[in-house]
């Protein structure tokens, strides 16, 4: 498969990312969006065991893997 940027979407927002989890790292809410299976798995390996310790804001992450 290769990717096309578009000279409209150079930054790959519009990537579609359709796998989504949130985790707790350190406490914090983290939510990832990815296309890769793999990525959750590793997710889930470094902070899965964590829980949500602050009420601040979700930080938002999208990883794509072509």
Partial sequence: ???QISKIDPL???FEMPLVAVYHPLGF???IATNS???LAAAHES???FQKAFSGP???LRIGVL
């Fill in 47 to 49: 902070w899965g065991h």
């Fill in 37 to 39: 299976q793999k990525v």
């Fill in 58 to 60: 979700t930080l938002q």
């Fill in 1 to 3: 498969m290769e990717l």
């Fill in 12 to 14: 790959l927002c519009e």
């Fill in 29 to 31: 809410s983290l939510q």
